[in-house]
């Protein structure tokens, strides 16, 4: 036997979606086909005409039933009145005219009784029947629009195993020729579960030490905040410090200032005074 292949199945899933059209409205054409014969041009139509069927829909097609309940019970009503009224004409005016004994009566009002039971019966068996096909129909709705779904991933199958396929094929040439950087990435399948269980164990620790740190911080936000509040009055105090610093520096820089320029005139003039007594004296 053949392996069963995406291929094939595709093949098969189209081929049945060409062959076999399932709409509703394709279910719809026997019902309005026999509307359409029956039908006649001129007599009063319905609110829902006979029109919808051309664009027919599961809500239209329950509105359509609904309405049709209705106005078959109101022409079962009309056509009982009528048939009722035409005997009891017949009946009166027939020659000889009909006389119906009492137990003819109550032979038929048993009769009667019996049709009504089995009727009742009959339509209850009609509404399982009904109410099982609509579950059915709905369970195949469900299914076909599944289908639909698996066709669309279907035919995307291929195309992804190929790309699969081809990545294969490339990490198997590059781990042949050791091109790959990493040699993790080179490891057996059990060394790779290994290594795989020891960094979610390593994963884990971190996270537990994350929570942890995370537990710390509204402390430390306060201790920084206190330490920040320390530290105001002494950065006011160092600057103040600095201030007077500068300023004595200053102070004391301007005062030797003007001894030293004091210092060098008096030394210009004691060498004047000493070159000018080497001169007078010859020595």
Do not use: C
């Amino acid at each position: 036997m053949a392996p069963i292949t995406a291929e094939g199945v595709l093949a098969k899933l189209q081929s049945l979606n060409t062959n076999q059209e399932i709409t509703i409205v394709k279910l719809s054409e026997p019902i309005s086909a026999a509307v359409t014969q029956l039908g006649n041009p001129h007599q009063r139509t319905s609110d829902i005409s006979t029109s919808s069927l051309d664009a027919t829909t599961p809500s239209s097609l329950e509105a359509d039933l609904t309405h049709y309940r209705e106005l078959f019970a109101k022409l079962r009503f009309s056509y009982v009145e009528q048939v009722t009224k035409e005997k009891f004409i017949r009946a009166i005016v027939g020659d000889p005219p009909l006389i119906v004994s009492p137990q003819e009566n109550v032979d038929l009002e048993k009769e009667n009784l019996e049709s009504k039971a089995t009727l009742k019966a009959l339509k209850t068996e009609v509404a399982g029947m009904v109410a099982e096909l609509e579950e059915k129909a709905k369970d195949l709705s469900r299914k076909y629009e599944r289908v639909k779904v698996e066709t669309v991933k279907l035919e995307e199958l291929p195309g992804k195993i190929e790309e699969l396929e081809n990545a294969v094929a490339e990490l198997k040439e590059a781990q042949t020729m050791g091109l790959n950087p990493n040699p993790e990435l080179n490891l057996p399948l059990s060394k790779t579960l290994d290594l795989i269980e020891s960094k979610k164990r390593q994963r884990a620790e971190l996270d537990r030490q994350l929570e942890q740190l995370q537990s710390q911080v509204p402390r430390k936000k306060k201790e920084l905040e206190r330490l920040q509040a320390e530290l105001k009055p002494l950065e006011t105090r160092r600057q103040n410090s600095t201030a007077a610093a500068k300023e004595a520096k200053r102070r004391k820089e301007a005062a030797l200032g003007g001894v030293e320029d004091d210092l060098e005139e008096r030394g210009r003039w004691f060498r004047a005074a000493e070159a000018g007594l080497r001169q007078v004296l010859q020595i």
